[in-house]
């Protein structure tokens, strides 16, 4: 188990770097602080438990209480779930803390970090899901659910609370049935959502390409968001 050790590592000091270089501001950094104690801890927590008896005696007890022949595909869609909020509230007027456009682009950009560290972390640590199968810490749905939430709770939380926080919800959710399907374990779950936070929240701390934004003076273009089945888009309206 030694690569709990080295990931616990990695990721303290790379968190204490991120801290380090923002002490020219300690009211900012103390903010980031606070919103990364929950993230962290709950990385810190899946590294510890990774492997243990406790975790496999929990997904055990799950598994029996469920049956062996208990399977949900939930956790493929409520994944989703904070996106479609997101967007849903822009159309319907709800005020929000940036444009859609900025929206969508701390969406990507945090989505494509999150996902990166994920598949990463699952290479490098070889894990055996409960199934069987590889690939199990973090978990992927998790780590993209909680990075879909954070981004609406970043969003919202000024205007409208009860929005903000109820991607978590859906996020939480999609966890947990992650483990019910037997698909991973408790450590794999807590270190996706832990990821998923904490990468959004210095994503919106940071704002990358914060000034790139070719929408902002354009009130003559929608954009809303299209889903049929299995198709995802958009749907653009241009008025002339």
């Known amino acids: 188990m030694a690569y709990r050790y080295c990931i616990t590592l990695v990721l303290i000091f ?18 980031l602080m606070y919103k990364s104690l929950v993230p962290v801890s709950m990385m810190g927590a899946g590294i510890l438990i990774t492997g243990s008896q406790f975790e496999r005696d929990l997904q055990e007890n799950l598994r029996t209480r469920v049956g062996d022949d208990f399977h949900s595909r939930i956790d493929d869609y409520f994944q989703y779930v904070p996106i479609a909020e997101m967007y849903l509230a822009d159309v319907l007027g709800v005020k929000s803390k940036n444009h859609w456009f900025d929206q969508t682009k701390y969406l990507l950009i945090s989505n494509l970090i999150s996902s990166g560290i994920t598949r990463g972390l699952k290479v490098i640590t070889q894990k055996e899901r409960p199934n069987g ?7 992927g749905h998790t780590s993209f659910a909680f990075t879909n939430a954070t981004v609406l709770k970043n969003e919202f939380q000024e205007t409208s609370p009860l929005l903000a926080y109820s991607g978590f919800a859906f996020a939480t959710t999609t966890g947990v049935f992650r483990m019910l399907n037997n698909n991973h374990w408790l450590s794999d779950v807590l270190l996706g959502a832990g990821i998923g936070m904490l990468v959004t929240e210095l994503v ?37």
């Open 204 to 240: 919106y701390y940071f704002e990358p390409f914060k000034a790139f934004n070719p929408f902002q003076q354009s009130e003559s273009i929608t954009i809303i968001p299209r889903i049929e089945g299995r198709s995802y888009g958009f749907y653009l309206s241009y008025s002339f």
């Open 133 to 139: 199968s590889n690939f199990a810490f973090p978990s």
């Open 14 to 31: 790379s968190l204490g770097q991120t801290l380090a270089a923002q002490v020219k501001d300690s009211l900012v950094t103390r903010t």
